[in-house]
């Protein structure tokens, strides 16, 4: 099969090529997907589990990408709850082969059933930004109608998501960005935009919780805005961020299958849209992979049509 590969940490994106691989092999509890649709994140070749296994023994070449939506075509010894020919879609462990390639072995747990009125794109664009805002903002966050949340970096793709489901939700959203991106904050659901670069955050008053994808100084400065009894939420990674009187969590997304039926329902209904800026075919997946240039929203790539 054809699999993007990385081979060599120093070698950073200029080592990442397209290449054939074997076909893997559904082992215990795994189903064989034929990937219709991919996504990754711009960072992994900066994530440990990209280059090593779990006891941190070399992995390479390893395939990047975590996101999928495509058809179930094999299941290992003992797998259940999934068909052959059932479509699917959901997101892989971190530290085995990903989803830049035309198939690949996953634990039937990480899957979800894909309706056969959502696109294999919407799905594998739906799939992280998806499962990371709602772990954020109900999980973690513990949000509830009538509670106010500050989502930062409300039009790119979690913020978006989060500003979506928080307002469906019943929660006040206001939303984050450089100025730029206060439109498209708002139409995704934001009700209020602060510009970071010109507004005081201080300025909107106190939020029961705060959605961060920013990090650095940015959730520094949030922490005095977070209420009594309220959450900073972060994605990236441990923060110095301390609400006085209020508590901080940093997470990692997990696969979901009961989080994902709710994710793609609300996309059935009208209640929840992707917020998708590239497609890509597999052929031309090491280009937008290694893009220099800013694309707002998800990257996708369509493997097989
Ligand atoms: N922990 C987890 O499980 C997890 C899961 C998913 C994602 N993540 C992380 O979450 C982060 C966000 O991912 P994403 O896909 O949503 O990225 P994204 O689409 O680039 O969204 C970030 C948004 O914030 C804006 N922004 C960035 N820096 C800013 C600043 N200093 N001031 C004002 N606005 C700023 C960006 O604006 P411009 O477009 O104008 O730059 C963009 O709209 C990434 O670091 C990703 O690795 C973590």
Redesign the pocket.
């Known amino acids: 099969m054809k699999a993007m590969v990385v081979t060599d940490q120093a070698a950073g994106r200029g080592g990442v090529k397209l290449v054939e691989r074997p076909e893997p092999q559904a082992s215990i509890n795994d189903v064989l997907i034929k990937i219709h649709a991919s996504g990754f994140?711009?960072?992994e070749l900066t994530w440990p589990s990209t280059w090593t296994d779990r006891v941190g023994r070399d992995r390479t070449p390893s395939i990047p990408g975590h996101e999928l939506a495509g058809v179930v075509t094999a299941l290992g010894y003992g797998t259940t709850g999934l068909s052959i020919g059932q479509r699917v879609f959901g997101l892989t462990d971190w530290y085995r082969d990903g989803t830049l390639a035309e198939y690949v072995a996953v634990e039937a747990r990480d899957l979800a059933p894909l309706p056969s009125d959502v696109d294999f794109t919407v799905a594998a664009a739906l799939v992280?930004?998806g499962?990371?805002a709602w772990?954020g903002l109900f999980e973690h966050g513990r949000l509830t109608a009538g509670q106010s949340v500050l989502v930062?970096?409300?039009?790119?793709?979690?913020?978006?998501m989060a500003s979506q489901l928080a307002r469906d939700a019943g929660a006040y959203v206001i939303g984050?960005?450089?100025g730029?991106?206060r439109q498209?904050a708002l139409d995704f659901g934001a009700q209020e935009f602060v510009d970071?670069?010109k507004d005081a955050l201080e300025d909107i008053g106190e939020v029961d919780l705060v959605f961060d994808?920013?990090?650095g100084d940015?959730a520094k400065r949030s922490a005095g805005v977070v209420r009594a009894g309220g959450t900073l939420v972060?994605?990236?990674?441990p923060t110095e961020a301390r609400p006085s009187h209020g508590q901080v969590i940093?997470?990692?997304?997990v696969s979901d299958r009961a989080q994902l039926g709710e994710l793609v329902q609300r996309v059935r209904n009208g209640r929840l849209r992707t917020?998708i800026g590239n497609l890509a075919s597999l052929d031309d997946a090491v280009a937008a992979f290694n893009r220099t240039e800013?694309i707002?929203?998800?990257t996708i790539i369509r493997v097989h049509p």
């Open positions: 994140t711009g960072d992280m930004p499962l990371t772990q930062h970096g409300a039009a790119g793709v979690v913020g978006s984050t960005g450089h730029s991106a498209t970071l670069d994808v920013l990090g940015i972060t994605v990236t990674g940093d997470f990692v997304v917020n800013r707002r929203g998800k």
